[in-house]
């Protein structure tokens, strides 16, 4: 009796004190064993906590990886894939055999290696976000130099306020199918990372926005698809085909939902701001607006007197926007159905039209050669563009560079447009031969680097920035014939020109006389190309000559891969032909010695 009452009262004080905080009495159900490791284990932690944060982590790593906690990403922006790493052994290797047969070593030149070109914006990306600490207001951008040097300081089109800088004028690459038919339509994956293409087969072209290679196709409509728009959310792609026909996608190109939506052609689709409504256009002169998760007919709009050619829905208001080859621009609330305005600017049809991402101004193309600017809060149009020689068929604004404004012709030119330029009606640049036909569809990456157009010409293409210096990533396949010339590799065997070594061989990888990026500068008269050279060190300042004291030897300068100078005191040029000897000259303490013999 006695050691019963001694141990009952720590067992009915711990079940006292979780009743009263509301709490299951755990001590007091495990029985006294449990209640005395669990003090000793408390007694541990408290002496050493290192030693209980490890044996935490024991008890986490033992659990079975479905039940480990992790973080993942909540947004399909958040966690970008890294391209792969880039293998310049390869490179190596090939100017190596490359050199080789150049020097009779090899018995047979090997193919000629090609790297796939890549246009890829994480490492300007992660770049920016490191200039963003340090740079307090855009005015501490650092200007790129017209030097290939400074591709890799390029950073992304957000970081940038000069349109100019974001127009893509150099062609990366040209893509077809191998069933060659017109693109009529193509857009963007949410994530930036491919584009889909719509063509008058019916079929849905998958291509890599990197290496802009093939990836997948598939037959989505047994007619010419007309137009696609993914929703502001991501999740859903919707498009339409020449029979009226409206289908649904899921991201992995799922169709989910067919109905018929017009008795003809349907040339637009555009979804509200808030994904809820979307509404279409067609040949038959109607314009219509439809529940989305319920695939029903809400509101039909007329008021056009030709068939309707593109909408667009407003990114914030409920606005839409219609263009007709009745020549005319028209306004409508898709709450009443009501028209708002009215505007007869084009006097052609109007074929495409498309709002700007802040929402103040819309751009409509028509078949009078001409771009119109409408500013939504004066009701009027206020930039007439003309520079297009023929139809205007497609247009498109920057998702970065609100004020940078892209058109497509049916001559297959690309006009490009800036509304904050001094000469907003003057195209800022021009590519008269971007394409061999009508330009039907153009996009913009969502980050604005690259752009792509689809053409008549069954060819779709991809746009990038010009790089620093005027390089468009060709200048080394174009230099070099037996093999590659990047840098920091040698560039194949050639033979010299000019009056310091013509007709002398380099085969030497490292030590060519033509390297892709080389500013040499050497001591002597001839002329340096490179004008990031502080004085002094350029070729255009000869160094002085030895003193009288020291006397004139007939020595050689060498600098790096420079051909031999002749540091006399005389400094006198060599004349024209191969180097063959250098004698050494006399010379003594007064004014400078006597020359080589050659």
Request: glycine share 12%.
């Given at each position: 009796?006695?050691?019963?009452?001694?141990?009952?009262?720590?067992?009915?004080?711990?079940?006292?004190?979780?009743?009263?905080?509301?709490?299951?009495?755990?001590?007091?159900?495990?029985?006294?064993?449990?209640?005395?490791?669990?003090?000793?284990?408390?007694?541990?932690?408290?002496?050493?906590?290192?030693?209980?944060?490890?044996?935490?982590?024991?008890?986490?790593?033992?659990?079975?990886?479905?039940?480990?906690?992790?973080?993942?990403?909540?947004?399909?922006?958040?966690?970008?894939?890294?391209?792969?790493?880039?293998?310049?052994?390869?490179?190596?290797?090939?100017?190596?055999?490359?050199?080789?047969?150049?020097?009779?070593?090899?018995?047979?030149?090997?193919?000629?290696?090609?790297?796939?070109?890549?246009?890829?914006?994480?490492?300007?990306?992660?770049?920016?976000?490191?200039?963003?600490?340090?740079?307090?207001?855009?005015?501490?951008?650092?200007?790129?130099?017209?030097?290939?040097?400074?591709?890799?300081?390029?950073?992304?089109?957000?970081?940038?306020?000069?349109?100019?800088?974001?127009?893509?004028?150099?062609?990366?690459?040209?893509?077809?199918?191998?069933?060659?038919?017109?693109?009529?339509?193509?857009?963007?994956?949410?994530?930036?990372?491919?584009?889909?293409?719509?063509?008058?087969?019916?079929?849905?072209?998958?291509?890599?926005?990197?290496?802009?290679?093939?990836?997948?196709?598939?037959?989505?409509?047994?007619?010419?698809?007309?137009?696609?728009?993914?929703?502001?959310?991501?999740?859903?792609?919707i498009s339409s085909d020449q029979n009226?026909?409206?289908?649904?996608?899921?991201?992995?190109?799922?169709?989910?939902?067919?109905?018929?939506?017009?008795?003809?052609?349907?040339?637009?689709?555009?979804?509200?701001?808030?994904?809820?409504?979307?509404?279409?256009?067609?040949?038959?002169?109607?314009?219509?607006?439809?529940?989305?998760?319920?695939?029903?007919?809400?509101?039909?709009?007329?008021?056009?007197?030709?068939?309707?050619?593109?909408?667009?829905?407003?990114?914030?208001?409920?606005?839409?926007?219609?263009?007709?080859?009745?020549?005319?621009?028209?306004?409508?609330?898709?709450?009443?159905?009501?028209?708002?305005?009215?505007?007869?600017?084009?006097?052609?049809?109007?074929?495409?039209?498309?709002?700007?991402?802040?929402?103040?101004?819309?751009?409509?193309?028509?078949?009078?050669?001409m771009v119109k600017v409408y500013d939504?809060?004066?009701?009027?149009?206020?930039?007439?563009?003309?520079?297009?020689?023929?139809?205007?068929?497609?247009?498109?604004?920057?998702?970065?560079?609100?004020?940078?404004?892209?058109?497509?012709?049916?001559?297959?030119?690309?006009?490009?447009?800036?509304?904050?330029?001094?000469?907003?009606?003057?195209?800022?640049?021009?590519?008269?031969?971007?394409?061999?036909?009508?330009?039907?569809?153009?996009?913009?990456?969502?980050?604005?680097?690259?752009?792509?157009?689809?053409?008549?010409?069954?060819?779709?293409?991809?746009?990038?920035?010009?790089?620093?210096?005027?390089?468009?990533?060709?200048?080394?396949?174009?230099?070099?014939?037996?093999?590659?010339?990047?840098?920091?590799?040698?560039?194949?065997?050639?033979?010299?020109?000019?009056?310091?070594?013509?007709?002398?061989?380099?085969?030497?990888?490292?030590?060519?006389?033509?390297?892709?990026?080389?500013?040499?500068?050497?001591?002597?008269?001839?002329?340096?190309?490179?004008?990031?050279?502080?004085?002094?060190?350029?070729?255009?300042?000869?160094?002085?000559?030895?003193?009288?004291?020291?006397?004139?030897?007939?020595?050689?300068?060498?600098?790096?891969?420079?051909?031999?100078?002749?540091?006399?005191?005389?400094?006198?040029?060599?004349?024209?032909?191969?180097?063959?000897?250098?004698?050494?000259?006399?010379?003594?303490?007064?004014?400078?010695?006597?020359?080589?013999?050659?």
């Amino acid at each position: 009796m006695p050691s019963t009452a001694v141990a009952a009262p720590p067992a009915a004080s711990a079940f006292m004190s979780n009743s009263r905080s509301g709490s299951e009495p755990k001590a007091a159900a495990d029985g006294p064993s449990s209640t005395h490791k669990n003090g000793v284990a408390a007694e541990k932690v408290k002496e050493d906590p290192a030693q209980g944060d490890a044996e935490e982590n024991d008890a986490v790593a033992s659990l079975p990886p479905r039940k480990r906690a992790r973080w993942e990403p909540r947004r399909y922006l958040e966690s970008p894939t890294p391209p792969p790493p880039y293998n310049r052994g390869v490179e190596q290797e090939a100017a190596f055999h490359t050199a080789a047969f150049e020097a009779g070593l090899e018995p047979r030149r090997l193919r000629k290696f090609s790297q796939r070109r890549t246009v890829d914006y994480f490492g300007s990306m992660a770049l920016f976000d490191a200039h963003r600490i340090t740079a307090t207001n855009p005015r501490m951008t650092n200007f790129l130099k017209p030097s290939p040097h400074y591709c890799a300081e390029l950073l992304p089109p957000s970081a940038y306020r000069d349109p100019s800088i974001n127009i893509t004028t150099i062609c990366a690459q040209t893509a077809v199918n191998k069933i060659k038919c017109a693109v009529n339509v193509a857009r963007w994956m949410p994530d930036g990372r491919r584009v889909l293409t719509g063509s008058s087969s019916g079929e849905f072209t998958l291509w890599n926005g990197f290496t802009f290679n093939f990836e997948t196709i598939l037959q989505a409509h047994d007619s010419p698809v007309r137009s696609m728009q993914w929703s502001h959310s991501g999740v859903w792609l919707i498009s339409s085909d020449q029979n009226g026909q409206v289908k649904y996608f899921q991201q992995n190109m799922n169709n989910v939902q067919l109905f018929e939506a017009h008795r003809e052609s349907v040339r637009g689709l555009s979804f509200s701001p808030d994904d809820g409504r979307f509404c279409t256009v067609s040949d038959d002169q109607t314009v219509k607006i439809w529940v989305f998760d319920q695939a029903r007919e809400e509101r039909v709009m007329t008021g056009h007197g030709w068939d309707v050619m593109c909408c667009d829905w407003h990114p914030t208001k409920g606005l839409i926007v219609t263009g007709s080859k009745d020549n005319l621009v028209k306004f409508w609330d898709p709450r009443s159905g009501s028209n708002i305005g009215t505007f007869h600017g084009h006097k052609n049809s109007v074929q495409a039209c498309k709002w700007s991402p802040d929402g103040n101004y819309v751009a409509t193309a028509g078949r009078d050669q001409m771009v119109k600017v409408y500013d939504l809060r004066a009701l009027s149009d206020i930039y007439t563009m003309k520079g297009h020689r023929k139809d205007v068929c497609s247009v498109d604004w920057h998702p970065v560079q609100h004020d940078l404004l892209v058109s497509g012709g049916f001559d297959g030119s690309l006009h490009f447009w800036s509304t904050s330029s001094s000469t907003p009606e003057t195209a800022l640049h021009t590519i008269e031969n971007a394409h061999d036909s009508g330009i039907w569809t153009m996009s913009w990456n969502p980050i604005g680097h690259i752009l792509v157009t689809g053409s008549a010409d069954f060819s779709t293409k991809f746009w990038s920035r010009a790089r620093p210096g005027g390089g468009d990533g060709k200048g080394h396949e174009e230099r070099e014939e037996g093999g590659l010339a990047m840098g920091g590799i040698a560039a194949p065997p050639v033979t010299r020109s000019g009056e310091w070594g013509a007709g002398v061989e380099d085969f030497i990888p490292g030590f060519t006389s033509n390297l892709p990026t080389s500013t040499s500068s050497y001591i002597g008269g001839q002329s340096d190309s490179s004008t990031f050279l502080p004085p002094g060190l350029g070729a255009g300042h000869r160094q002085p000559g030895p003193p009288p004291s020291m006397g004139g030897g007939g020595g050689m300068m060498m600098m790096g891969n420079n051909p031999p100078v002749a540091a006399s005191g005389a400094n006198r040029a060599p004349p024209p032909g191969q180097l063959r000897r250098w004698g050494g000259g006399g010379g003594g303490g007064g004014g400078g010695g006597g020359g080589g013999r050659w």
